[in-house]
């Protein structure tokens, strides 16, 4: 059986500037009066930074927590190859 890729997030959890990142993932950047909202990868940043045109008035809305490839168990060296290719395969 193959595992999800990642688990959908509570979409009404919106983050400003300054606050930290607890959660790698896909977000929603929403600006003010400036930019239609988009959508960016938050992977390596420590706290969520100010927009260079808004400032603090931008807002972070997680969509999608995404995991680290290389702890994947298809991935990771500590797991038997043969037994995680055997889990790959679907069955009917």
Not at 9 to 16: A, G, H, K, L, V
Not at 30 to 56: I, S
Not at 67 to 76: A, I, Q, S, T, W
Request: proline share 5%; aromatic share 8%; charged share 30%.
């Amino acid at each position: 059986m193959v595992p999800p890729a990642a688990k959908l997030e509570d979409s009404q959890t919106i983050f400003r500037p300054g606050e930290t990142v607890r959660i790698k993932g896909i977000y929603r950047v929403l600006h003010y009066a400036h930019r239609l909202p988009h959508e960016t990868a938050v992977l390596v940043l420590k706290r969520f930074p100010n927009c260079n045109q808004c400032g603090d008035a931008v807002r972070y809305q997680l969509v999608r927590s995404v995991g680290e490839l290389l702890k994947d168990y298809n991935f990771r060296k500590d797991v038997d190859a043969e037994r995680s290719s055997d889990d790959d395969v679907l069955t009917e």
